[in-house]
Nanobody, 123 residues
Framework: VQLQASGGGLVQIGGSLRLSCAVS????????MGWFRQAPGKEREFVAA????????YYADSVKGRFTISRGTAENTVNLQMHSVKPEDTAVYYC?????????????????WGQGTLVTVSS
């Protein structure tokens, strides 16, 4: 199983950015896909998750209403659309997968991780 995240970069406060995660290696009908982030000096934190089969979504309170997780138009991709970004959104963002039909906010509950992609929010 491989997860490849992309789309990070520099974005101004209040701007938008879309991260993508290409997933390969197995069928993910019974998996939950997620995004976590880690800012310098801080622990990795949950951002959003989506149960692949039903597209049911879950969000951290800090991003609810601003970020959207969804299936991408390309096969086996998961996107994280970020709007109204804030300086506190600056972090390395990680794509992840969990072999369960339920979501979790704990990084240790996720089985597979991609490499991170850096998002920097500037004024």
């Amino acid at each position: 199983v491989q997860l490849q995240a992309s789309g990070g970069g520099l974005v101004q406060i209040g701007g938008s950015l879309r991260l993508s995660c290409a997933v390969s290696g197995r069928t993910f009908n019974y998996y939950t896909m997620g995004w976590f982030r880690q800012a310098p000096g801080k622990e990795r934190e949950f951002v959003a998750a989506m149960y692949w089969a039903s597209a049911r979504t879950y969000y951290a309170d800090s991003v609810k209403g601003r970020f959207t997780i969804s299936r991408g138009t390309a096969e086996n991709t998961v996107n994280l659309q970020m709007h109204s970004v804030k300086p506190e959104d600056t972090a390395v963002y990680y794509c992840t997968a969990r072999s369960s039909v339920t979501s979790s906010m704990s990084p240790s509950d996720y089985n597979y991780w991609g490499q991170g992609t850096l998002v920097t929010v500037s004024s």
